[in-house]
């Protein structure tokens, strides 16, 4: 069975600070790779996602993420974050069957 | 105004009573997913549906049950079966599910069920 990790649950961090919030997935066929974000009281949000070509994607708000095959990863990055940036984070994974399975979250606090 | 809709937001039962947990979607989308939310948890798949008539279950299915008998409708029971239903229930489609980059899904608003 397909599994995704996120590597922390909790990250506290200043404004103008760098972000990267690790996720690793297990399945061997194809996949295709997601993001999600949600914001204190808000429906989940689509922040970027990958299917095929370039690993390296961009997104909303000055996101960005790396797939890395080799080591089944899906990495998200911000260079400067921003006190609105203060959200929970999803990965999640697609198989080739359609079905998704996302990870356990990481709560992203921005300090002013 | 296209979206998904999720009623109640908030819903509180009785212990050993089921209940049925509304999704609607007025997108078109072939694929309708349901999901609970729980602290530290993340989102777990409990049923999915590519197709009408058709549903698969997902990694926690015991004690739910779904139906598909519309496009646009898949409503989750939660039955007295379920030892620990209390948490926040969310539903989600998207267009297809042929791995096209437009397949992403698109979630509804949630709703938070208490069971007392």
């Known amino acids: 069975a397909q599994s995704v990790s996120q590597h922390n649950h909790h990250v506290i961090l200043s404004e103008a600070a760098s972000l990267e919030l690790g996720c690793n997935y297990s399945y061997g066929g194809t996949v295709n790779l997601f993001w999600y974000v949600q914001y204190p009281g808000q429906h989940l949000q689509l922040l970027l996602k990958y299917f095929s070509g370039d690993p390296l994607v961009k997104g909303i708000k000055g996101f960005e993420a790396e797939f890395i095959k080799s080591k089944f990863s899906f990495n998200l990055r911000k260079p400067s974050v921003q006190w609105s940036d203060t959200a929970e984070y999803f990965c999640a994974v697609r198989d080739s069957w359609g079905k998704f399975q996302f990870g356990a979250g990481t709560q992203v606090v921005v300090t002013p | 105004d296209g979206g998904i809709t999720q009623s109640p937001k908030y819903l509180f039962r009785k212990e050993g009573q089921n209940v049925t947990l509304s999704c609607e979607q007025n997108l078109n989308h072939d694929a309708m997913y349901w999901y609970r939310q729980d602290p530290g948890q993340g989102l777990r798949l409990i049923y999915y549906s590519q197709i009408v008539n058709d549903f698969q279950k997902g990694d926690i299915a015991e004690g739910y049950s779904v139906s598909r008998e519309k496009k646009e409708s898949f409503p989750l029971t939660v039955t007295s079966a379920q030892k620990n239903p209390t948490a926040f229930y969310l539903c989600?489609?998207?267009?297809?599910?042929?791995?096209?980059?437009?397949?992403?899904?698109?979630f509804g608003p949630g709703t938070r069920l208490t069971v007392l």
């Open positions: 989600a489609s998207s267009p297809r599910t042929s791995g096209r980059a437009t397949d992403t899904q698109y």
